[in-house]
């Protein structure tokens, strides 16, 4: 059985973690202190240095937080049965929607590559939502959906414009706007990269016939 210290302790650490996560989403790392962060937790400034060492420390746990609680919904929504062309353009718009949430556009998107180092942050954006993608696409190929391209050139490309689509979001003065035109614009360039069934399903002399017709 799970003993009460620990089960304390780990209560106390998400306890940090959420509180961190409301202010930095309000108010960003600069202008969130570490008082305010154990004040509003109902903690000391102790507890907070037993669980982390700074205050980086912390504002990557909230990153990881904000991380693992949409990517958890969009992997749901992925792998969930049915058609996994279906599956994938719906968890491709959700994460779009993500994409407009106060906690991922602040931590994830806007503060995280700065707060964390672009090499940090790039590392563990492989972790969450670039693993998340690459299985995906790897489904999609091996199901027939998408052409028979390499599929870490295909993911690579995809999350390139997956980041910039994110970021045109969270830096719009419009972001709902913003965010249904890159929907429109990602479905429509993974819709170029979709085999074409009366491609394959058409004989050779209709595909002759339509070649003379171009």
Request: aromatic residues 8%; glycine residues 6%; contains cysteine.
């Amino acid at each position: 059985m799970r003993s009460r210290r620990l089960e304390y302790s780990e209560s106390t650490r998400q306890a940090l973690v959420d509180s961190a996560v409301e202010l930095f989403t309000k108010r960003g790392y600069a202008g969130t202190s570490l008082d305010e962060v154990a004040k509003r937790a109902r903690l000391t400034k102790g507890a907070l240095y037993h669980h982390f060492s700074g205050k980086q420390a912390l504002f990557e746990a909230a990153f990881d937080s904000v991380e693992n609680t949409f990517m958890r919904k969009l992997g749901e929504i992925v792998s969930a049965p049915g058609n996994p062309w279906e599956t994938a353009i719906a968890g491709l718009r959700a994460y779009v929607r993500v994409c407009l949430e106060p906690s991922y556009q602040r931590i994830v998107i806007h503060e995280a590559p700065v707060v964390m180092g672009w090499e940090r942050w790039r590392e563990a954006e492989e972790h969450f939502s670039y693993g998340l993608l690459r299985s995906t696409i790897e489904v999609l190929v091996t199901s027939g959906e998408l052409e028979q391209l390499p599929v870490e050139t295909m993911s690579r490309l995809l999350f390139g414009a997956l980041s910039a689509g994110a970021s045109t979001i969270a830096s719009a003065s419009d972001p709902r706007k913003a965010s249904a035109e890159v929907e429109r614009t990602i479905v429509r360039v993974v819709e170029g990269l979709r085999v074409r069934t009366d491609a394959v399903a058409a004989p050779p002399e209709e595909k002759r016939s339509r070649s003379r017709r171009r």
